[in-house]
């Protein structure tokens, strides 16, 4: 079987940010939480590797995790050859046939473009989730949780700290608490209250994003501004058409094969996501000169 490629791999931490700021357009997943995710997981280490687990890559996903994104996702992002060889057991678990395949799959993890792409499309999955769960917004922190213990134990989580933060974290999750005893526990042995661990949480993704170069903070509310997609910025006469024609040739500059000429017209929209992209853009065009 020939593996297809994702066009050329971002190299360096301006091609890092590159690869986060396009999944985050692509997503509409919040561009600080995505990075300040990726700087607390692997310090934006495309090739970081966890010595207790099979977790590696930009957002230390494990092998399991990785397989059920890709299944789920992967076609989305060019990758279909990948989610079409990825079949769930009854059992629940991810299995690839061909082993050459599924190490190939499992490499994709070091890929910061697909790394990127796929910890968005959790990101999105475990937010719609938690929606509906919780009733309300959700924010990065949330996010973070359901990083941390499972979508089912952030909804666990949260529901219990909204009814009453002060309640013990590791009296509630005491099989985490003992697997990562600096979460739940204070240096002198106290158990952290839910709020606590939650808020320890938020400033450690804030401290991160910050570290990784956010434009904001990543702990908040993740949903982007509501601007009607038909509206455009106003350039003058003919410069929209010249806009476009340049963002489309910047972008294959950059090895982004897979954005369609019609998504890079509307990325000149005025959206937070885009701002972010362009920013990321005109850093590494500095970098070249």
């Known amino acids: ?46 090739s970081a590797r966890a010595g207790t687990s099979t977790a590696t890559g930009l957002y230390q996903f494990i092998e399991q995790s990785w397989l059920g994104v890709v299944k789920n996702h992967g076609a989305e992002h060019g990758m279909a050859w990948a989610a079409d060889s990825i079949r769930k057991t009854s ?52 996010l973070y949780m359901a990083h941390f213990l499972g979508i089912g134990g952030a909804k666990k989580f949260l529901g219990a700290m909204e009814a009453n933060g ?35 949480f938020a400033a450690k993704l804030d401290k991160g994003a910050a570290a990784g170069g956010a434009t904001g903070g990543a702990s908040g509310a993740i949903d982007a501004l509501a601007i ?16 476009r024609a340049w963002l489309a040739s910047t972008l294959d500059r950059f090895g982004s094969k897979q954005v369609t000429r019609a998504a890079a017209a509307s990325m000149i929209r005025p959206t937070p996501q885009n701002a972010r992209l362009a920013y990321m853009m005109l850093a590494q065009l500095g970098g070249q000169l």
Request: glycine share 10%.
């Open 91 to 142: 059992s629940g678990r991810y299995v690839v046939s061909d082993p050459g395949v599924r190490q190939s799959i499992l490499n994709l993890r070091n890929n910061p473009t697909a790394a990127s792409l796929m910890a968005a499309e959790h990101a999105s999955d475990n937010k719609d989730a938690l929606s509906t769960s919780l009733g309300r917004d959700v924010t990065g922190t949330d």
């Open 1 to 46: 079987m020939t593996i297809p490629t994702l066009g050329r791999i971002a190299q360096g931490r301006v091609g890092v940010q590159n690869a986060i700021a396009l999944a985050a357009d692509r997503t509409g997943i919040d561009f600080n939480y995505l990075l300040g995710q990726a700087q607390v997981e692997s310090g934006l280490n495309a």
């Open 166 to 200: 002060d309640r013990s974290a590791a009296a509630l999750f005491p099989a985490a608490a003992r697997a990562n005893r600096g979460v739940f526990y204070t240096g002198d042995g106290r158990a952290r209250s839910l709020s606590e661990v939650y808020d320890r």
């Open 228 to 243: 009607d997609p038909e509206t455009e910025v106003v350039l003058g006469s003919e410069a929209a058409g010249g806009d």
